[in-house]
């Protein structure tokens, strides 16, 4: 086995044993949280949602392609490469935009009641399940181009104009123009939520600072206390800010790598750069679960008591 596929296996194997078992604890906690109280909040709602469309890029992006580094499954055939390519932008995108959802309704969430943004919010978690479903249709529809252009390198190795090397698979454009047009909806797929839910992020930390200032003036006033009421929402706004940093980051390095990708003019040889934009695009759907665990109590009591329950049988 060559040393950069054996590096690469472990790249994704190391994606997959962080981010498997961290979805899947986020999913168990409010499932729990969703048996116990019989219902999920507008946020919690959205937070699961997040955590099972990571799991999905996780699994299926990560975990195929260790197993398919260290030759354990052959699964990148031409079907293989469709369905697996196509999943995955769908659910990456998804990830994407349920992130700026968050971050969307926790800024709405901390709005002063009785405002305008409150009946916003009322709104929106009224309908959040015709939200969910707009997100999906519209992201698998603009995924569909992976199942037209999609196939496995085993079947064609050599070099192809207006195709993007995947290691295992290539997706092969007819033209110039229909690549570039592809390249364009995805970069704007990615930055239109990266700016509004950075947008997001900023009122978030401007309402905070206001609402610190505020609570400091009642304690200097009144002699202590208040400021008590409204301190999930906090805790929760920060965490959202949390996410939406790491988002940014990651997803900033994977959208400069594909827009490289799209300037080059032969189809590249090695597939280093789409492995570095997949690895830091799934870094994310790896790392989220961790912030969640650590920022949010909801998840981290469930999870607590589930092992105590454990321990204790």
């Not at 700016?195 to 009642?218: D, E, P, R």
């Not at 900033?252 to 990708?261: C, E």
Request: charged share 10%; net charge positive; hydrophobic share 50%.
């Amino acid at each position: 086995m060559p040393s950069e596929v054996f590096v690469r296996g472990m790249l994704y194997l190391s994606l997959t044993v962080v981010g498997v078992p961290g979805n899947f604890a986020v999913i168990l906690a409010f499932l729990l949280l969703f048996y116990q109280e019989n219902r999920l909040l507008p946020a919690d709602a959205i937070v699961l949602h997040l955590a099972c469309v990571n799991l999905i890029v996780v699994g299926v992006r990560c975990l195929l392609e260790t197993l398919a580094s260290f030759n354990l499954a052959s699964i990148f055939g031409d079907v293989g490469c469709k369905a697996v390519i196509f999943v995955y932008r769908t659910s990456r995108s998804l990830s994407i935009w349920l992130t700026f959802v968050l971050s969307a309704y926790q800024c709405l969430s901390i709005a002063p009641p009785g405002s305008r943004w409150a009946s916003i919010r009322a709104v929106v978690a009224h309908h959040l399940v015709f939200v969910f479903l707009i997100l999906w249709v519209v992201n698998t529809c603009m995924s569909s181009a992976a199942v037209l252009f999609s196939f496995s390198s085993q079947k064609n190795s050599s070099l192809i104009s207006h195709s993007i090397n995947v290691q295992f698979c290539y997706v092969q454009f007819p033209s110039k123009l229909s690549k570039e047009a592809n390249g364009a909806a995805q970069v704007g797929r990615d930055v239109v939520p990266m700016a509004l839910m950075t947008l997001a992020s900023l009122i978030i930390l401007v309402l905070l600072y206001k609402h610190s200032k505020q609570v400091q003036g009642l304690r200097s006033s009144s002699g202590g206390g208040g400021g008590v009421s409204g301190g999930a929402e906090r805790r929760a706004a920060k965490a959202v800010v949390a996410l939406v940093t790491l988002y940014v980051v990651l997803y900033g390095v994977d959208n400069g790598l594909w827009v490289y990708t799209l300037t080059v003019r032969q189809t590249m040889t090695s597939s280093l750069i789409s492995d570095l934009r997949i690895f830091f695009s799934s870094l994310y759907a790896a790392l989220s679960p961790i912030v969640i665990i650590a920022t949010n109590r909801k998840v981290n009591g469930r999870l607590r008591c589930a092992v105590q329950e454990k321990n204790v049988k």
